[in-house]
């Protein structure tokens, strides 16, 4: 079965300090992978996302992820982290085989040190 | 431009109660999901809704029930409230299947 993994419940980071979120997932070939921000009592907002080609993709805020194929990963990245970043980032992962329904990992709390 | 609107934002329901969550999506998108989300488990889908006229169950659809009403609108039925019903309810949308999934403010349920 398709699985989602974030293996960090919190993060703290200072500000101004560099960001790294990680994401592993399980599935044969390659999913469809988004990378979701979610600010507390919000919906959840699109950050990035990969369906193919360059492995290296942008998103807004100054986000970046790495689709890494040998490692099943797909880990977020912000070079500067600002106060406005504290949220709930959220991996998810879609698969054809399963009509392409989001498989969701738990999720990692962010908090910002000033 | 509303994107997904979700109603009511909070409600609070005793046990046996029935009520439905209304989602409408004006960006004319052909799908349309309902999640729960609770603590440390992330979003987990109850039922989606690939094109107009579809519904098909996801990971956790024991206990609701949906309507795909039109191309704008899907609702979420409880007929008899639960306490492992207690969540917040998400409402989403998409061009298709396999699209960015776009989402609803929400709403908190509290099933006492």
């Known amino acids: 079965a398709q699985s989602v993994t974030q293996p960090d419940i919190h993060i703290t980071v200072s500000e101004g300090a560099s960001l790294e979120l990680r994401c592993n997932y399980s599935y044969g070939a390659t999913p469809y992978l988004f990378w979701y921000v979610q600010s507390p009592g919000q919906g959840l907002q699109l950050l990035l996302k990969?369906?193919?080609?360059d492995t290296l993709v942008q998103g807004i805020k100054g986000f970046e992820a790495e689709f890494k194929r040998s490692q099943s990963s797909f880990n977020l990245r912000k070079p500067s982290v600002h106060w406005s970043d504290a949220a709930e980032y959220f991996c998810?992962?879609?698969?054809?085989?399963?009509?392409?329904?989001?498989?969701w990992g738990a999720g990692t709390k962010l908090i910002i040190k000033p | 431009n509303a994107g997904v609107t979700q109603t009511p934002k909070f409600q609070v329901l005793k046990t046996g109660q029935s009520m439905t969550l209304q989602c409408a999506q004006d960006?004319?998108?052909?799908?349309m999901y309902w999640y729960r989300q609770d603590p440390g488990m992330g979003l987990r889908l109850i039922y989606y809704?690939?094109?107009?006229?579809?519904?098909d169950k996801g990971e956790v659809p024991n206990g609701y029930n949906v309507s795909r009403l039109n191309k704008r609108e899907f609702s979420l039925r409880l007929e008899s409230a639960a306490p492992s019903q207690t969540s917040v309810y998400f409402c989403?949308?998409?061009?298709?299947?396999?699209?960015?999934?776009?989402f609803g403010p929400g709403t908190r349920l509290t099933v006492l």
């Open positions: 809704s690939a094109s107009e006229g579809t519904t």
């Open positions: 998810a992962v879609g698969a054809p085989d399963s009509n392409y329904q989001l498989i």
């Open positions: 989403a949308s998409s061009a298709r299947q396999g699209a960015e999934q776009f």
């Open positions: 960006m004319n998108h052909n799908s």
């Open positions: 990969y369906f193919s080609g």
